[in-house]
């Protein structure tokens, strides 16, 4: 079940809002994914946990259901993301005196290098810079309508990232 305080939306008004306005909220129910997990008995009431999940998942949910799968009340005591998508909390740097925080940085094209890629000419930059749409013939890629691509300039720096519509991308 999705908690009351998300921000998920329900009749076009986020969930949180109407909670804290007191209204009673009927939550919406989702299927989660958990992908890997591991499970340690760190004592007779203290389980620690740690999971992969897919996107969409409320860990402190899931921790209410595993409770009512073994039959015993259930909470979070802390909850700590390591991860999000292809970036890892081991890429984290700390911040302090004398840290070059700048190396630890990670270019805009990078993180959403997952993303198909469509390289262009210096004039269909020009375009995007305009906010016009990308045609099969600048790109010289046909994808999925809906997908989205990140559009590299021919110094393979991020110009936008486009949606793919039919036989153009749109800047979004």
Known sequence: EVPAF???KVDGQRLYKRA???EDVQAPLRTMTVLQSELHLVDGQTLRAWFSVSKGTYIRSLAVELGKRLGVP????????????????????????????QAGLISVADTVAHLDTVHVSAQAAADVLQGRRLRVEQTGVVL?????????????????????????????
Do not use: Y
């Open 20 to 22: 804290r306005a007191g």
């Open 144 to 172: 999925d309508k809906g997908s989205l691509v990140r559009v590299l300039d021919p110094a393979g720096e991020l110009l936008a990232v486009a949606e793919w519509i039919d036989t153009t991308a749109r800047p979004t």
């Open 6 to 8: 998300s921000a998920i």
């Open 74 to 101: 259930a909470h979070l005591s802390g909850l700590r993301r390591t991860s999000v998508g292809r970036f890892s909390v081991e890429q984290a740097i700390t911040l302090g005196d004398g840290v070059d925080w």
